[in-house]
């Protein structure tokens, strides 16, 4: 397995995590993911599109 870099989808901080493990949106930290999530929320209670966050 090879390591490759990555930025968070939240911040934009460098992770580093095995390429079989590689999604299109990766966190930091669960703290940036249940930002993130946050405002996913928001923005559909404002009448924006839904997201899928599967």
Known sequence: ???VETKCA????SIHVYED???D???CT???MKSD????MVKES????SVNLA
């Open 46 to 49: 404002s009448g924006f599109a």
């Open 37 to 40: 999530s946050e405002m996913v």
């Open 25 to 27: 949106e990766m966190y």
């Open 21 to 23: 493990y590689l999604r």
């Open 1 to 3: 397995m090879k390591l």
């Open 10 to 13: 939240n911040c934009g901080s």
């Open 30 to 32: 669960l703290n940036c």
